[in-house]
């Protein structure tokens, strides 16, 4: 799950960006306002990614989806970006479950027991 959810974390953070740089231009907030918030954003993409495996790590990437998707007040485009990563958040917690599921699965029938070496 880890690899799949800090691929998308690391997608967001360069979008996040982008939509900072589009914000900054289009909206009527301060460059240091659009910046903060930005920063603030992406500093926490980052330091998800190492913090996958403690708990609460995943609510804390749902409630940055969210704030992705919200971000679609100053920059309208973010509402569809915003939606699609957090598809993508989505399908990497899902299926990134998945696969660690079916990777514990095969280590434990692949080990050898002690008896039967």
Do not use: N, Y
């Not at 990437?61 to 598809?87: D, E, H, K, R, Y």
């Amino acid at each position: 799950m880890r690899t799949l959810c800090a691929s998308t974390l690391i997608g967001e953070f360069f979008v996040i960006g982008f939509a900072g740089l589009v914000a900054m231009k289009t909206s009527g907030l301060s460059t240091g306002t659009v910046w903060t918030v930005s920063g603030i954003a992406m500093g926490l993409c980052v330091l998800l990614c190492g913090l996958l495996s403690r708990p609460g790590a995943v609510q804390i990437g749902w409630a940055l989806q969210i704030g992705l998707v919200l971000s679609g007040f100053v920059v309208p485009t973010m509402f569809f970006l915003g939606a699609v990563f957090a598809a993508l958040w989505w399908a990497s917690v899902h299926f990134g479950r998945k696969v660690d599921e079916a990777k514990a699965r095969f280590a434990a029938s692949s080990a050898v027991s002690p008896d039967t070496a």
